[in-house]
């Protein structure tokens, strides 16, 4: 499956900005999908997972209560809705798909992965 990440911008602080990443090539609705994010110098991290079939979601600590993440499988798409955006939340913004149940927080269970897409959180 191939992922293209979209969304990304430069916003102020207390801001918002939703990403979009939308899959081809693949049964979309088949695939537990993740964003994940990487600032200059830091390890990519997890942000946030949606489940492919009930719709279960999990959020990393540290955005819980400001991002929400969706999926609409009728347009092959995850969303990740960002407010009350920070300085700390600049990074790398990228999607993900996975085929796996386990390994949720891990980058290295996801089998196919987005470009990226730049957030810029201004103070």
């Known amino acids: 499956v191939q992922l293209q990440a979209s969304g990304g911008g430069v916003v102020q602080a207390g801001g918002s900005l939703r990403l979009s990443c939308g899959a081809s090539?693949?049964?979309?609705?088949?695939?537990?999908m993740g964003w994940f994010r990487q600032a200059p110098g830091k390890e990519r991290e997890f942000v946030a997972r949606i489940g492919w079939s009930d719709g279960s979601t999990y959020y990393a600590d540290s955005v819980k209560g400001r991002f929400t993440i969706s999926r609409d499988n009728a347009k092959n798409t995850v969303y990740l809705q960002m407010n009350s955006l920070k300085p700390e939340d600049t990074a790398v913004y990228y999607c993900?798909?996975?085929?796996?149940?386990?390994?949720?927080?891990?980058?290295?269970?996801?089998?196919?992965w987005g470009q990226g897409t730049q957030v810029t959180v201004s103070s």
């Open positions: 993900a798909a996975t085929t796996y149940i386990s390994g949720i927080y891990d980058a290295y269970s996801y089998n196919y």
């Open positions: 090539g693949g049964t979309f609705s088949r695939y537990r």
